[in-house]
């Protein structure tokens, strides 16, 4: 069965600290992989794309690592800000045109 | 461009009733989805649409959820009759459908979401 975990659930830490996100799926054979910021009454924000081909993506304070040979995913937010608090979602595309497979999410909390 | 847009935003009904959420994709996308967002988990996908066709149902749970897309431009998810466990975010989603070139072709753009609430 096609999987994707995200540890931790939630996470709080002081705004300026630099953290990781972490995310792992079962089946190594995907065609891609997303991370998505979630706020409060909003839809979903895609932050980064990792196609299969390739191993990390950066976009200003974040950036997203891809290793599937282990199956695994990080997210690396630099100085957080109290404005990236949301709920992060690693998704998993494992066929173009296919269904993507949703991790629980972490819920980020940055305090002022 | 103009996202994709998604009503109501907020509904509030007793067990038993019926409701029906809309959805109306960025213009020119293929491919829309129905995702049911229970409070503390992913999104689990509902119904996957190739313009007016299904492509994937098979989660959809079909003795209460039914939905359309009849002119392969917006939908409707409708749930007749609502249970407590209902309870959830409906979000939609769409894309530019297979076929396209490149990654932007699998990218999923998504509503804002219908937030139901059954009592």
């Known amino acids: 069965k096609q999987e994707v975990t995200q540890i931790p659930a939630a996470l709080s830490v002081p705004e300026g600290e630099n953290l990781v996100l972490n995310c792992s799926f079962t089946d190594s054979a995907i065609y891609n992989l997303q991370w998505f910021r979630q706020d409060p009454g909003k839809g979903l924000t895609s932050l980064l794309l990792i196609q299969s081909s390739q191993r990390e993506q950066t976009s200003g304070r974040l950036n997203a690592s891809l290793d599937k040979s282990s199956g695994r995913s990080t997210l690396y937010i630099a100085a957080s800000q109290p404005g990236d608090s949301a709920t992060y979602l690693c998704?998993?595309?494992?066929?173009?045109?296919?269904?993507?497979?949703f991790g629980q999410g972490t819920e980020l909390s940055v305090k002022p | 461009e103009a996202g994709v847009a998604q009503s109501p935003r907020y509904k509030i009904i007793e067990k038993r009733q019926s409701v029906a959420f809309w959805c109306n994709p960025i213009?020119?996308?293929?491919?829309l989805y129905w995702y049911q967002q229970i409070l503390g988990q992913g999104p689990k996908l509902l119904i996957q649409f190739q313009n007016n066709g299904v492509v994937d149902d098979s989660q959809l749970p079909k003795d209460r959820f039914s939905a359309e897309r009849l002119k392969g431009v917006d939908s409707t998810l409708k749930i007749q009759p609502a249970k407590l466990e209902d309870s959830a975010v409906y979000l939609c989603?769409?894309?530019?459908?297979?076929?396209?070139?490149?990654?932007?072709?699998?990218?999923?753009?998504f509503g804002p979401g219908t937030r139901l609430t059954v009592l």
């Open positions: 213009s020119g996308h293929a491919t």
């Open positions: 989603a769409s894309s530019p459908g297979v076929g396209r070139t490149g990654g932007r072709a699998d990218t999923q753009y």
């Open positions: 998704v998993v595309l494992y066929n173009q045109g296919g269904k993507l497979i």
